[in-house]
């Protein structure tokens, strides 16, 4: 009975390592070839580019989209690393183009913005139309007058009225 002789232990699961084309070696370690993969997605890294951090092997777009990458902070919207420019909102992190309206996705950057109870974010005109309170006699949206950003209405027995609607 013949053996086939080892070449090493495999430094990700510690067994040992037989046989010709199953193993291979990076950064002077041994790995088995189903040992050697990304530490995010499992994806085999033998003749791709990789990447180590802290001692975990990460493949190219795990490396770059995530918080394996220390440089950059991750977009609390799409969690994908923000490499160029930060947006900061409600204390957290965001591409400028992920920091957008719940209802029509327009970018929010730079502009007014609303939350409602469930701190979702809308453009004023979709936060209008869809989550200001409607007067109880008109039953029209109650909305900040003209140039305003302030919204007036009188609330009386858990209904909402407009100032002049209310008697």
């Known amino acids: 009975m013949t053996t086939e002789p ?3 232990t495999c430094v990700r ?3 040992r390592v037989y046989g ?5 070696q990076a950064m002077g370690k041994l790995y088995h070839d189903s040992c050697f993969t990304c530490s995010a997605c499992s994806q085999r890294l033998q003749k791709q580019p990789f990447y180590s951090v802290s001692g975990r092997l990460f493949c190219k777009d795990h490396f770059m989209y995530s918080d394996a990458h220390q440089s950059s902070e991750s977009c609390n919207s799409c969690g994908f690393l923000i490499k160029d420019m930060v947006l900061q909102a409600m204390g957290k992190s965001y591409h400028p183009a992920c920091f957008c309206c719940t209802v029509c996705h327009q970018s929010l950057e730079g502009a007014r913005f609303c939350l409602d109870s469930a701190n979702r974010v809308y ?3 979709d936060y209008h139309r869809y989550v200001a309170p409607t007067c109880a006699t008109c039953a029209l949206p109650i909305l900040p007058t003209e140039g305003s950003l302030v919204t007036e209405r009188i609330v009386s027995m858990d209904r909402d009225y407009h100032v ?3 008697h």
Do not use: E, P, R
């Open 20 to 24: 010709d084309g199953q193993a291979c």
């Open 6 to 8: 080892s070449f090493g």
């Open 13 to 15: 699961c510690s067994q």
């Open 164 to 166: 002049y609607c209310f």
């Open 123 to 125: 453009c004023l005109k």
